[in-house]
């Protein structure tokens, strides 16, 4: 801190919170992007300048105060190229907004390598999106997440697990937050407390066989959760008293094999399109397809659309099935 204190006049003592400490490798260009000697803090565009006052610490002897988007996107030049840790402070007391969206950068996506420490973060839409080099398994602090989550991680294709996941309170929106994370697989608590829709979260991730539990009060939709998580056979916690559309859910998950019956409240769901299409008898229990329709009949809703693939049920769950058509339900399986 002291020698942050040293290299910039602000009139009068500043003191400042924990850094936003990030690993870059400015090697790793990608073509319309900075060059192989520059970093480029995709500060988020939306941010207005009246938000943005921090400080840098650029790894390399070099120092910058931020004031304006303008500066903040400006990219700093090594002298030598190479690996780099960059703190980026906020001083105490300002009404600042150290938010990367990498969504709106994708040409600066492969240097950064991995956050050590959270600081002062705050979230934006995309912070992270197709940082395919990305690594959170060594991070530090609690960070913000006030703002839309919606594809923060989408296609970092190297994140495995992220530290101190289970007490990240994401307050915002909660779409494909992990979609395309091919190589995540974490034992996780979500916590998504307003969000009214968390859909396609997991999509893709094909390396996904921990157990997920969802606390997302608000949320009415589940769709395409897990699609296309082939190996995933771990059966989630929803509690998601409020959901109404789960449709895709389990599209292309072709290891799932675990039970539902009892997963969510089957009395209020209303969609259920292609639920688990793609599946078939070879791979999914019937007894667990007969249990399903018995608690959907028991459920009662009328004209809803059932997409189970090709599985089949037993005798045992035929009777319910034939009551949920009785009810207007179309229902496409594998039959008796």
């Known amino acids: 801190m002291r020698n942050i204190s ?12 924990d850094p936003f400490t990030i690993v870059i490798d400015t090697r790793n260009t990608k073509t319309g992007g900075s060059a192989s000697n520059e970093f480029l803090f995709p500060q988020n565009p939306n941010t207005l300048d009246s938000y943005i006052n921090f400080l840098v610490d650029w790894g390399d ?13 400006v990219p700093h030049t090594y002298a030598t190229p190479g690996i780099y840790t960059v703190n980026f402070y ?15 950068y994708p040409n600066e996506t492969n240097k950064l390598l991995k956050v050590l420490r959270w600081g002062q973060f705050n979230n934006a839409r995309g912070s992270f999106s197709g940082c395919a080099n990305l690594d959170l398994s060594e991070v530090e602090g609690t960070p913000i997440f006030n703002g839309n989550a919606g594809s923060n991680f989408r296609n970092c294709t190297n994140l495995t697990t992220i530290k101190g996941l289970n007490n990240i309170i994401f307050r915002g929106a909660f779409i494909q937050v992990f979609n395309g994370c091919v190589n995540f697989n974490q034992t996780c608590t979500l916590n998504v407390p307003n969000a009214t829709s968390t859909t396609h979260v997991f ?3 094909s390396k996904l066989n921990s157990q997920v539990t969802l606390n997302a009060p608000s949320t009415s939709t589940l769709t395409n ?30 290891a799932f094999n675990k039970d539902v019956s009892t997963m969510l409240d ?3 769901v209303t969609n259920m399109t292609r639920f688990m299409f793609g599946k078939s008898s070879a791979n999914y229990n019937a007894t667990y397809y007969d249990n399903l329709l018995i608690a959907l009949d028991a459920g009662g809703q009328t004209g809803v659309t059932l997409g189970m693939g090709s599985i089949k049920h037993t005798s045992a ?4 099935k034939n009551n949920l058509i009785a009810k207007g339900w179309t229902i496409t399986d594998g039959g008796v």
């Open 317 to 320: 769950g035929l009777a319910a």
């Open 6 to 17: 040293q290299n910039f006049t602000f009139g009068n003592q500043w003191s400042f919170g």
């Open 225 to 254: 959760f897990f699609q296309n998580s082939t190996i995933l056979n771990v059966l989630p916690i929803f509690n998601t008293p409020n959901v109404v559309d789960v449709s895709d859910m389990f599209n292309g998950c072709t």
């Open 203 to 205: 999509y893709g991730c």
């Open 61 to 73: 002897g070099q120092f910058s105060r931020i004031t304006s988007q303008s500066q903040a996107t």
């Open 266 to 268: 089957w009395s209020k």
């Open 90 to 104: 906020k001083p105490k007391g300002i009404s600042t907004i150290l938010s990367p969206r990498y969504e709106n």
